[in-house]
């Protein structure tokens, strides 16, 4: 019997995480699969129909965030993040008080995370959110496609959340995956089990069970797929990426990614560093984020061996934040850090793609003049940067004569702190053999699939 999947994108880094993946290409290449409907943000179905559809492959649009625009949901999607028992939760809690002064409101957060603390009331909130939290469009939309299984991308978006309940009471089996690997540490408590939970790593199992109370019997370590093909050479040589952005291959590279403009209250430390870095006999590689506006007051920059990379689609009335990463942007990241001798960064997963091809990572926190604490980059203090920064495998600049140190350092020698970059490896990647999308292919299909196996 054929069957139907249905696989959620509504977030702008699925498209990279999920869909330009060989998932979907091994799914429908199997008899067992009649058709994937995958349901994508209202306004970007042109977007999605171009790049992903196919015979088997349909695009359905959903109205996002239905949920929290009614009281009660956006009191579960609230409560559910403050009740998250992470050093994160307290520092985010902090420094918010910092910034808005609200006491009450500080002290009502601060009780829930102590709360948090206690299985029972997350348990008791689960249930309680399963039950009254608002599911959207989701039950019609459910009713029409009746799909065999569901394929959730990000177990904690609020839009996520409410199909995966609505699934539940429907009957219908839902597989889900992290979007990312500070998901469980930051974005709140896992609201509802899935009947199976994809992650990337034993690190993220483990938090899984001890924060998020789910059974270890439905976790699955499958790896990072859209790593996969950073497993394999890159598709143009070194010559070719170098000629293309105007690149002098006999220099060494650098390749920064600024921090952007929502980790910061005021944003000063992307021009600081991008000034630093032109005035080195180097090549620069300056990567904006996709999804952040970056704040630059630079009156001259060189045109010599300096390429800046503006990634992904942006789409009317969406905001920065609406952009979507195409294949192209993700193909030229990797090539942009495989051809770079240091990657510079804030506090971005990029840190950990430079990890996997052993790049020297500097992350940067000077400041001129000196900040306070609470107006330097607080994510630093987040319990994901922090597991990996005490590894020693990245290095935090926290002056600008540390910076520049650490980077004369690196160009020197490339492979100083190898050995603290491999237990990165180790801990975080362990699982990146290029395998990924063939291990979570199968995982459904041997569901799906089980009668004819």
């Known amino acids: 019997m054929s069957k139907k999947i249905l696989i959620t994108s509504f977030h702008p880094i699925i498209s990279r995480n999920i869909l330009q993946t060989e998932i979907i290409k091994m799914l429908i290449e199997d008899s067992c699969i009649s058709s994937i409907v995958l349901l994508v943000p209202a306004g970007k179905e042109d977007f999605f129909n171009k790049n992903f559809g196919s015979e088997k492959v349909s695009v359905t649009s959903v109205r996002l965030n239905l949920p929290s625009r009614k009281l009660v949901g956006l009191l579960f999607k609230r409560v559910a993040r403050y009740l998250l028992p992470t050093e994160t939760n307290l520092v985010q809690s902090d420094y918010k008080f910092y910034r808005d002064h609200r006491f009450c409101s500080h002290q009502v957060r601060r009780f829930l995370r102590f709360l948090g603390g206690f299985k029972i009331i997350r348990s008791i909130f689960r249930t309680m959110d399963f039950y009254f939290s608002p599911m959207g469009d989701f039950p019609l939309i459910l009713s029409r496609e009746s799909p065999d299984l569901v394929f959730s991308t990000d177990v904690q978006n609020e839009n996520d959340v409410a199909l995966i309940k609505t699934a539940k009471k429907s009957g219908i089996t839902v597989y889900s995956m992290l979007r990312s690997w500070d998901n469980l540490t930051v974005h709140g408590l896992v609201r509802i089990a899935p009947d199976k939970l994809l992650v990337g790593s034993e690190v ?102 300096t390429y800046f990379d503006y990634p992904g689609q942006s789409f009317e009335d969406q905001g920065v934040g609406g952009r979507e990463i195409r294949e192209e942007d993700d193909n030229r990241l990797f090539w942009e850090i495989f051809y770079s001798d ?78 603290f970059r491999e237990k990165i490896r180790n801990r975080q990647l362990k699982y990146i053999d290029g395998g990924s999308s063939e291990r979570i292919a199968k995982l459904i299909l041997e569901y799906l699939c089980l009668e004819k196996k």
């Open 342 to 419: 240091i990657v510079i960064c804030g506090p971005s997963s990029i840190a950990l793609d430079a990890v996997l091809h052993d790049k020297p990572v500097i992350m940067v926190d000077f400041y001129d003049p000196p900040r306070p604490e609470m107006e330097r980059i607080i994510c630093y203090k987040y319990d994901h940067l922090v597991d990996i920064i005490n590894t020693k495998g990245v290095y935090l600049a926290k002056t600008r004569d540390k910076f520049e140190s650490q980077i004369a350092t690196y160009l020197n020698d490339h492979s100083i702190d190898k050995e």
């Open 204 to 305: 993220l199992k483990e938090y899984a069970i001890k924060i998020h109370d789910l059974s270890e019997n439905i976790i699955s370590v499958v790896g990072i797929p859209h790593y996969d093909k950073y497993r394999k050479p890159p598709a143009i040589t070194k010559d070719e990426f170098f000629k293309q952005n105007g690149l002098d291959k006999s220099n060494p590279t650098i390749m920064y990614a600024p921090v952007g403009d929502r980790y910061i209250l005021s944003n000063d430390i992307d021009s600081s560093v991008i000034k630093i870095l032109l005035d080195i006999d180097c090549n620069l590689i300056v990567r904006f984020p996709p999804m952040d506006s970056v704040e630059l007051a630079i009156d001259k920059i060189r045109t010599k061996n």
